[in-house]
């Protein structure tokens, strides 16, 4: 059975847009989907890269290309005024989860961002990832254990969000990158 990690941050439109197909995709072909929080700010600071929306041109160009992904998936999406939002706090919460809670708990909190318009405030993230998880933030073996993603990540080649993996060794970057997911899984 081949395995997918899926990197992400829920302050990427992108990783949104990846999340709404990246669980079907896995299960069409027989994977096992790990869902593995890292922080992207992280990752550019490593890696010397920038956020998109930092470029005029690119961040015109930006918006328009996330309101094609999202009509083309079917899925809502409305670009949040905030953007981009500091999720350092909502990362954490989602570390601080068990494997099985992660994925309900990311949906919520890119759905509370991409869709309805929120800011990751405590309340939002209690509500996503429960009371527990918000109180785990300041943990430090939690705040390393992030730490500790985002590095594995960049060490292995990931320099933006999202970033995937087929059997730890393929990795692929972007929601247009999912095709090509696809197929690495059906032949893995």
Not at 37 to 55: D, E, H, I, W
Not at 127 to 148: N, Y
């Given at each position: ?8 941050d ?60 999202a ?30 809670q ?62 995937f ?24």
């Amino acid at each position: 059975m081949p395995t997918l990690e899926f990197f992400f941050d829920v302050a990427s439109p992108y990783s949104y847009l990846a999340s709404s197909r990246v669980e079907a995709i896995a299960g069409d072909c027989g994977a096992t989907l790990q869902w593995r929080p890292f922080l992207l700010g992280g990752v550019f600071k490593l890696t010397g890269n920038a956020p998109p929306a930092t470029l005029v041109p690119r961040a015109r160009y930006l918006f328009t290309d996330l309101q094609r992904w999202a009509a083309f998936y079917g899925v809502p999406f409305a670009m949040n005024p905030s953007f981009p939002p500091n999720s350092l706090q909502a990362m954490r919460a989602l570390t601080a989860l068990p494997p099985e809670q992660l994925p309900a708990a990311a949906h919520a909190l890119f759905h509370a961002y991409w869709v309805h318009g929120r800011q990751f405030d405590p309340e939002v993230i209690a509500a996503a990832a429960g009371e527990e998880a918000l109180a785990r933030t300041s943990d430090p073996a939690v705040k390393q254990a992030l730490i500790a993603a985002t590095q594995e990540a960049v060490d292995r080649g990931a320099f933006g969000a999202p970033t995937f993996f087929v059997d730890h060794d393929q990795m692929f970057f972007g929601n247009d990158r999912l095709p090509f997911v696809e197929q690495a899984l059906r032949t893995a």
